[in-house]
C-alpha cells in the first residue's frame, strides 16, 4: 500500500504499517473451541493497516474500500459502540486498554484484500494487522501470544462474535511455505511443512460467494451443543474422547442430535492428527486427499455446516481428479479448498465455474494458492 491513502485521509505520512494475512484451514473444523486441533495455512490475500499517533486520546479510522471513517474518543470505547468494519479496528484499541495499556490516540488506515464474508477470516486478518501496528508504533512489547489475544477480544469481546481462536492464532503465527498444526488446548503450535509446488501440486480456494454471518446464531448454537455433549460425557471438553473410545461415547448420548456433533468432533480430530503425520512423514502430500474429504463429509452430515454451493464445489472438484476437497472455515457458505495436481488446475476450475452456471448459482471466485506469511510490519 502506498502513502496516498493516509495522506489523502489525514494530511500526513503513516509512521508505519503492518500486514496480515486471512486464513485457509486444511482441516481440523470447529474443534478449536472443543480444545482440539487445526492445522491452517495463511492466504497471500489480508489486510495492511497503516499508523500514526495522536496525542489527543482519539483514533480516527478510515478504509480503502469503504468512505464511513470514524473518529472517536478512546475513553468512549465500550463493546459494541462502533459498528461494521470499524468496529474491529477499534476494539482492539479497547481490548489493548483493557489490557492496561495506555493509548494516548492515533490514525489508522486500513486497506483490505480478503473478500468479506468469505470464510476466509478477513475480520482476523483485520484485527491482526491492527493489534500489530498499535503494539508496534506504541512500543508495548507484545508477544505473538498477546496479540492473538487482543485480537481475539475485539472479536468475541468487542464485535461479540463468539468464535475461537483458530482465525487469530493462524493470522499471526503462519509461514510461508508451512502449514501450522496448533493445539488449542495447550495453544502449543508446530510448523508443519506444506510444500505443494515442489509436489507438483496446488490448493485451489473456491470463493462461493454464498455469505455467512456467523454472529447468525447458528454458530454459537454448534459450541453450545458440542459443550452439551462434553458435560453429558462427563469430560471437560470433547477434545477429551479419543477416537477409539468414541463408538462407547455414543452409546452414551441419547439425542441423536448431539451424537452427530460428537462425533464430527472426535473424528475430526482425529483426521487432523492424522494430516500431520502425513505431511510430516515426508510422504506424498496427495495422501492427506482422502482425509480432507472424510472431513468434508463429517461437516455435512454430522456437524450440519455445509451448504448447497460448498457440497456443488467440492463434488466437482473431485469429479474432475482432485485428490481431495472440502469447505474451509465457520461453513454455512463461504469458501472451499480442493487439493489438485497442478496440470489439473483449469480443469478443475473450468468443471466448477460450469457447474454453479449450470446450477444458476452465481459464478464462483477461485484461485491457486501457496502458504503465505503470517502478520508483519511492512512498507509505510
Ligand atoms: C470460524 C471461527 C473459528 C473456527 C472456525 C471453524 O472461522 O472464527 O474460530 O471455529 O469457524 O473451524
Not at 503513516?14 to 473444523?29: D, K, S, Y
Not at 464511513?68 to 459494541?80: H, M, N, R, S, Y
Request: some cysteine.
Amino acid at each position: 500500500m502506498s502513502d496516498d491513502a493516509f495522506e489523502a485521509a489525514y494530511g500526513r505520512p503513516a509512521e508505519l504499517a503492518w500486514h496480515a494475512p486471512g486464513r485457509v484451514n486444511i482441516i481440523g473444523e470447529h474443534t478449536d473451541y472443543n480444545d482440539g486441533f487445526a492445522l491452517p495455512a495463511a492466504l497471500p490475500l489480508g489486510v495492511t493497516a497503516q499508523v500514526a499517533a495522536r496525542d489527543d486520546g482519539v483514533v480516527q479510522a478510515s478504509s480503502v474500500q469503504d468512505d464511513d471513517a470514524v473518529t472517536v474518543p478512546i475513553e468512549d470505547l465500550a463493546p459494541g459502540s462502533v459498528q461494521g468494519w470499524a468496529g474491529y479496528v477499534v476494539g482492539v484499541i479497547w481490548a489493548f486498554r483493557e489490557a492496561g495499556h495506555h493509548m494516548p490516540g492515533l490514525d489508522i488506515v486500513v486497506d483490505g484484500s480478503v473478500p468479506i464474508g468469505s470464510g476466509l477470516s478477513s475480520s482476523a486478518a483485520l484485527e491482526c494487522a491492527v493489534a500489530g501496528a498499535v503494539d508496534d508504533l506504541f512500543g508495548l512489547g507484545s508477544t505473538p501470544a498477546d496479540l492473538i489475544t487482543v485480537a481475539r477480544r475485539a472479536e468475541n469481546d468487542y464485535v461479540g462474535v463468539p468464535t475461537g481462536a483458530l482465525d487469530q492464532s493462524a493470522s499471526v503465527l503462519c509461514r510461508e511455505a508451512e502449514a501450522l498444526f496448533i493445539d488449542f488446548r495447550s495453544m502449543d503450535t508446530r510448523r508443519v511443512p506444506l510444500d505443494l509446488d515442489g509436489a507438483g501440486l496446488r490448493l485451489l480456494v473456491i470463493d462461493t460467494q454464498a455469505r455467512h454471518q456467523l454472529a447468525d446464531g447458528e454458530y454459537a448454537k454448534r459450541r453450545a451443543e458440542c459443550a452439551r455433549a462434553a458435560e453429558l460425557l462427563g469430560v471437560p471438553m470433547l477434545r477429551d474422547i479419543d477416537d477409539d473410545e468414541l463408538a462407547g461415547a455414543l452409546e452414551r448420548l441419547t439425542d441423536p442430535v448431539l451424537r452427530r456433533r460428537a462425533r464430527h468432533i472426535v473424528t475430526e480430530n482425529a483426521r487432523t492428527l492424522q494430516t500431520v503425520q502425513v505431511l510430516e512423514g515426508q510422504g506424498d502430500p496427495r495422501a492427506i486427499g482422502t482425509l480432507l474429504l472424510a472431513s468434508h463429509i463429517s461437516l455435512r452430515d454430522d456437524f450440519e455446516v455445509s451448504c448447497r454451493e460448498l457440497d456443488l464445489a467440492v463434488s466437482t472438484a473431485m469429479d474432475t481428479g482432485a485428490h481431495g476437497a472440502r469447505m474451509t472455515g465457520g461453513g454455512f457458505g463461504g469458501s472451499a479448498i480442493a487439493l489438485v495436481d497442478d496440470t489439473d488446475t483449469d480443469a478443475v476450475t473450468d468443471a466448477v465455474q460450469g457447474a454453479f452456471a449450470e446450477a444458476q448459482l452465481t459464478a464462483p471466485v477461485i484461485f491457486a494458492m501457496q502458504p503465505a506469511r503470517g502478520a508483519h510490519r511492512c512498507d509505510a
